[in-house]
């Protein structure tokens, strides 16, 4: 269905949570903002989307913002129909993640809110945890293993780890790392950390293998490999690196 742009004065929009706090507004961002609407106006290429029934702003906050810095009396909107508070959050998250790379507070945050939304399905549906990870690690566009690490920082990490990650003062890696040392010393779990990636000849031939495999690939076609699914993969070997190697922090 084809949505029409319209414009309207933005003192007539409204504001609310959860939708104003999803992506916080980024200062230095919306200074950028504000500068170029200054110079060239609000660009409805870029319009506002407000959902319709209830007036609320769903998507857009930074350029609402701008837009008020630099008290504009009308700004150019879409009014689109949701089926509840959830339907809209969803668009909303999807919209703002397509145009951002997710830190990783960011992944934390949108981590426990798909949680939250999807819990009375993945309850219905006898999802196991396995399961959850994949689902949650396409609808955020990282590795299952990252979803993983997340959720282990959030259940077993320290208040003061999990603000940390929560604050972006420390990453989702670092974090799962000092979790998992933590629960090894007191005996949780069993196992020592591993001080490298295996014998380097090993190494070398795994590596070898698998650039031999994807230059296959290449040659014959992508068709078959999506490149969400091939972005994911290799996500999953730098996590790899990264939690074993002996550079790891």
């Known amino acids: 269905m084809e949505l029409n742009t319209t414009f309207v004065n933005p003192d007539t929009l409204t504001t609310r949570h959860p939708f104003d706090k999803l992506f916080p507004i980024q200062e230095e961002t919306l200074a950028a903002i504000s500068q170029d609407m200054e110079v060239n106006g609000f660009d409805p290429v870029c319009p506002l989307v407000v959902w319709k029934e209830e007036n609320v702003l769903v998507d857009g906050h930074t350029r609402f913002a701008a837009a008020r810095n630099m008290h504009l009396d009308q700004v150019p909107v879409v009014y689109k129909s949701f089926e509840d508070e959830d339907d809209a959050l969803l668009y909303s998250f999807h919209a703002q993640r397509n145009r951002r790379n997710m830190s990783d507070d960011n992944i934390v945050k949108c981590l426990a809110l798909l949680d939250d939304m999807h819990k009375k399905d993945d309850a219905d549906q006898k999802t196991t945890r396995k399961a959850e990870n994949e689902i949650r690690a ?43 040392a933590q629960r090894r010393e007191s005996g949780e779990i069993r196992g020592r950390e591993t001080d490298g990636l295996g014998l380097s000849a090993k190494y070398t031939q795994s590596l070898g293998k698998f650039l031999k495999e994807l230059t296959r690939i290449r040659e014959n076609g992508w068709q078959e490999v999506s490149q969400e699914k091939a972005v994911a993969d290799l996500e999953a070997i730098l996590d790899l690196i990264r939690d074993q190697g002996p550079w790891k922090q």
């Open 138 to 180: 396409k609808e955020l566009g990282i590795s299952p293993q990252k979803v993983d690490k997340a959720r282990k920082v959030m259940e077993y990490g320290s208040p003061d780890i999990q603000e940390q990650v929560q604050s972006g003062e420390k990453s989702i890696n670092k974090a799962f790392n000092e979790v998992q």
